[in-house]
């Protein structure tokens, strides 16, 4: 074993169950990496190697007691960490915003509780933009997010912190969330899988932030990890009016069922008609004729939100603005609302302008664009896309200079192939099948049936097995 953060997180647990690796010394590895190089990463914005480190000794200690290790649950020992977005009791929630630096929830989110209940250990909270609106992670609080391959380049966002941490080998995996790529286009910034379950398959609440279209889910290097963590966070919250815990097969057994023969659709046009770098179309190409040569019957097919972009889009922003200042004015201090970035006030002024008909109507505009988006993709059991049109952007382009209208523009056109799947509440995973000649990596996004995330599971990591992607590593990996 050449080092302990070359083993994938399912790995890092079975040796812990056979005693052959302990909590503690899989805790002490990971936060020395930490300690090393997230000042050039930008993975977190709060760490608490205290409370870790005490939790991986009682984990250790658990271990040497069980009467059968293997009993414990498929993760116990392995370290995550929480995106900032997300209320973790007693450890400071900051939204990634300088108004809430002092914010200590004292409940946990319920999939974090979740995760604290399979036995993963935090070692603090992930790097976010502000509120989570944005699909770059920068902020007041930490240095801006990169991916580990190119440090010139963003990590993209809103889950940047966590595909940077386990990208760069600082965690094995971390806990993520999508509200319109933001699972999906840093897994594809960073050369991971990113996973956005069904909308209502897990419970997402409680929030600060805006929740209609969110769904929480890994950044893993494994589809194993991946579906290890579903399994554990897609565990029914009865006091969730929203979680629908309808009967679904198991995200494990699925990774060793391969699909049969299905109907895969595939475009490379954005809803926009935007342009779509020349890489990321290569990268598509070689994942349609991959799928192909495993027995799937490949229609090329049009955008199916083509057709109600623009207006799905516009009225995006206009919800995106009315949960800035839900928030700015529920929970950031009146003395401190002078510390949001440009584009949080700028969404927050303008949701000034907004009535309630106006979020009603962005509302109903979003159920007849997911009607639209369903019913082309009836006849298909899955569409192949790019993640994103380009690829990782240089650090500060999507922030256009500080104009917040541009750096929505830019927002809309690099994230295009995303949204429409949070609109649709449709399972989506982006993986990291491309790279480009210098090393870039390259995502490419399944989309699946609604509530069948298992079948996703299986035709990812059906397409897993005819790579190697997970022995890619940028050279930060492998340094002291």
Not at 187 to 216: D, H, N, Q
Not at 297 to 326: N, R, Y
Request: aromatic fraction near 6%.
């Amino acid at each position: 074993m050449s080092a302990v953060h070359d083993l994938s997180a399912t790995e890092q647990a079975a040796l812990i169950k056979s005693k052959d690796l302990s909590p503690l010394e899989l805790m002490r590895h990971y936060l020395e990496r930490i300690d090393r190089h997230d000042r050039r990463l930008g993975a977190f914005i709060t760490l608490t190697p205290e409370s870790a480190l005490e939790a991986a000794g009682q984990a250790t200690a658990q271990v040497l007691q069980a009467d059968d290790p293997q009993e414990l649950p498929p993760l116990f020992g392995v370290p995550t960490a929480i995106k900032d977005l997300h209320l973790t009791a007693g450890v400071r929630t900051t939204l990634g915003s300088a108004g809430l630096t002092g914010f200590v929830p004292p409940v946990d989110a319920h999939a974090v509780a979740l995760i604290k209940a399979a036995g993963l250990i935090s070692v603090g909270k992930t790097n976010v933009p502000e509120f989570g609106l944005v699909c770059y992670t920068a902020n007041d609080l930490a240095p801006d997010a990169r991916t580990p391959w190119d440090e010139t380049r963003s990590a993209a966002g809103s889950s940047g912190g966590a595909a940077a941490a386990v990208a760069g080998g600082l965690l094995p995996v971390a806990h993520g969330s999508d509200g319109g790529g933001s699972i999906r286009t840093p897994a594809a910034a960073c050369g991971l899988i990113g996973f956005k379950s069904s909308r209502g398959v897990m419970s997402t609440g409680p929030s600060l932030t805006w929740t209609s279209y969110v769904s929480e889910g890994p950044l893993a290097r494994t589809m194993a990890d991946a579906a290890t963590f579903l399994e554990i966070i897609t565990a029914p919250n009865p006091a969730d009016p929203h979680n629908r815990p309808l009967p679904r097969g198991s995200y494990l057994a699925a990774l060793s069922r391969p699909p049969e023969k299905l109907r895969i659709a595939r475009t490379a046009r954005p809803g926009d008609g935007g342009p779509v770098h020349h890489e990321c179309l290569a990268a598509w190409e070689q994942a349609s004729k991959t799928l192909a040569d495993l027995g799937h019957e490949i229609i090329d097919i049009d955008p199916p939100d083509g057709p109600v972009f623009a207006t799905m889009t516009d009225q995006l922003l206009t919800l995106m603005g009315v949960s800035a200042k839900v928030v700015t004015d529920t929970v950031i201090p009146a003395e401190l609302r002078d510390r949001l970035t440009p584009l949080s006030k700028w969404l927050v002024k303008n949701a000034e302008q907004v009535s309630g008909v106006d979020v009603e109507r962005a509302y109903r505009t979003h159920i007849a664009a997911a009607s639209q988006i369903l019913l082309a993709l009836e006849p298909y059991d899955a569409l192949l896309t790019p993640t994103t049109t380009d690829l990782p952007t240089p650090l500060d382009w999507l922030k256009a200079d500080g104009d917040p209208a541009e750096s929505y523009r830019r927002i809309a056109a690099w994230s295009a192939f995303t949204p429409a799947y949070n609109l649709s509440g449709q399972p989506a995973v982006s993986l990291p099948f491309g790279q480009t000649p210098d090393g870039l990596p390259i995502g490419v996004q399944l989309v699946g049936r609604r509530f069948e995330d298992d079948r996703l599971v299986a035709l990812a990591a059906q397409l897993e097995q005819t790579t190697s992607w997970r022995d890619r590593h940028p050279a930060i990996w492998t340094e002291a």
